[in-house]
């Protein structure tokens, strides 16, 4: 069974990066493997990003932005969990974490001015990749403290696949752009900003700004430019942190996706984009594969009156199609991954929203 390579690295590794398109259930695996975590003896935290509502709420993460809330045990213990080491759960607000990058790093001097920038309070919506750049900033605070052995991390749906990985240098090239800073200072200064700007061409700066409101004002961004640029030293050094501690044996990434034979195709290739950018990919997991009927099921259903006989019946051989489609692209998507274990999760009949539900998720993903 190769649920057990995802219990070797929850019991190994320090850092679990998931990884995957948008709702196939990068959060409830990143959760999953945070509970299991802490139920193998491990402090673990799960940062979350967008989880649905109910399962900040079961997670006691209500409201509570980037703070870390430890699961309460009378929460574990009702439904019979006791794990020997405590189990935290955050979510990454991204306003919250750029302000508080900002905050930590910025010299206090100039911090008000870049925070009060109007710029930069749309920065994080309008810049490509912040994102997953405010998550990896992130991910490096919290394994400097080395307060949690486990820090499992789930990531904003990437439409590409390297987005994730090229965060922090598109984030640098748009912090570092001294042509731009070059061209508009001394053109703010004699009042001619907006010719200027065309020289910027189609760089990534020229690109975000296209996609800003009338509201910012050049001058602003100018000043904007001005007051980030003593920062760029330490965001250079913390993006090659980030990039070490991606690649470190210490770090596994789980990518995450769905049967569905358009999904298998671009996992593969997520897949091996990832190992020629050097990033260790400890497992791949399949969730929500639609489980054959068994005999049991049709049993049931052939006992039933009419009606309700033929329509359960319709309903278990639809499923049995399903759960073939599932399972010829599985074996497709085995035979693409070469020797990276593959672990599939079955699709639960309810969604995957509190403590118990989660443990259960653990429970396939670990092979238990
Ligand atoms: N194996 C599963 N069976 C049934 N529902 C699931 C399963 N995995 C996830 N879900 C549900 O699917 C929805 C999307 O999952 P989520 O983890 O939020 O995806 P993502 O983080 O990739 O966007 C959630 O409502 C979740 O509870
Ligand atoms: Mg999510």
Known sequence: MSGTALAHLVRDKSVIVCVGPGGVGKTTVSASLALAGALSGRGSLVCTIDPARRLANSLGMAALGNAEARIPDSALAEVGLRPPAPLHAMMLDMKQAWDALIRRYAPPDSQEKILSNRFYQSLSTALAGSQEYVALEKLWELTERRQYP???????????????????????????????????????????????????????????????????????????????????????????????????????????????????????????????????????????????????????????????????????????????????????????????????????????????????????????
């Open 150 to 368: 486990l820090v499992v991390l789930d990531t904003p749906p990437t439409a590409h696949a390297l987005d994730f990985l090229d965060a922090p240098n598109r984030i640098l090239e748009f912090l570092d752009n001294e042509a731009a800073r070059l061209l508009l200072t001394p053109a703010l200064a004699a009042g001619r900003v907006g010719l200027q700007l065309f020289s910027l061409g189609s760089s990534l700066l020229a690109k975000t700004i296209a996609k800003l409101t009338g509201a910012e004002t050049l001058q602003e961004l100018a000043s904007f430019l001005i007051s980030i640029s003593s920062l760029n030293q330490g965001f250079r050094e913390r993006a090659r942190g980030v990039r070490e501690l991606l690649q470190s044996p210490g770090t596994a990434f789980v990518l995450v996706t769905a049967p569905s034979p358009e999904r298998l195709g671009e996992t593969l290739r997520f897949h091996a984009l990832l190992r020629e950018q050097g990033v260790p990919v400890g497992a791949v997991v399949v969730n929500r594969v639609h489980a054959l009927p068994t005999s049991e099921d049709r049993q049931r259903a052939s006992a039933l009156p009419s009606p309700l006989r033929e329509q359960l019946l319709t309903t278990l051989a639809e499923q049995e199609v399903l759960a073939r489609l599932d399972a010829e692209g599985i074996t497709q998507l085995r035979a693409g991954l070469g020797i990276t274990p593959l672990v599939e999760v079955p699709r639960f009949e309810r969604d995957v929203h509190d403590l118990r539900a989660l443990h259960a998720t653990g429970q396939h993903l670990l092979g238990q």
